[in-house]
């Protein structure tokens, strides 16, 4: 696909990030789960101390996808990480290259940054995500167990300080 481009998003992006969000929730069987709106995502990614970045994936000028990411950090390299939260591409434009250029991207912003890592998540299930992933020379991380502490739960346990 040669006629793909990637751009920073921009405030007037939050419709369009929050399709694909919702595209992507829909996906993973977990639309239920997305309490994101164009406002909160205005706050969340555009404010002035946000530490969070999206990108957008354009076929021919129309948005086909969106990357969203923020810096970690590796105390064993003592460098920063960049995190990719989320990578989505529409189906219809899956296996055309652009979620392979849109990784490409994000590496060469980590490698800009002096990143020692670039590192994400992929549901179990996901075969194809997880085979893409391989293909590009990603390597799952089995031997960590991710934890969450989220609602309630993370109240609660703030509460107990």
């Not at 939050?14 to 829909?26: D, N, P, R, V």
């Not at 950090?73 to 989505?88: F, I, P, Q």
Request: aromatic residues 12%; hydrophobic residues 40%; negative net charge.
């Amino acid at each position: 696909m040669s006629n793909i481009s990637i751009r920073p998003a921009i405030i007037n992006d939050c419709q369009t990030i929050l399709h694909f969000i919702t595209e992507l929730a829909i996906y993973e069987n977990a639309e239920h789960e997305v309490l994101a709106t164009e406002q909160s995502i205005k706050q969340s990614i555009f404010s002035e101390k946000s530490h969070v970045n999206a990108l957008i994936c354009e076929h021919q000028g129309v948005p086909i996808g969106i990357a969203i990411y923020f810096y970690n950090y590796s105390t064993w390299l003592a460098k920063s990480g960049l995190y990719l939260e989320d990578l989505y591409i529409s189906q219809a434009f899956r296996g055309q290259g652009a979620g392979k250029k849109l990784l490409q991207h994000l590496a060469k912003i980590a490698i800009d940054n002096h990143c020692g890592r670039f590192e994400w998540s992929c549901l179990d299930w996901n075969k194809p995500s997880r085979d893409f992933y391989e293909m590009v020379g990603a390597v799952a991380q089995s031997e960590w167990v991710g934890y969450r502490l989220s609602g309630e739960a993370l109240s609660d346990f703030a509460k107990q300080s």
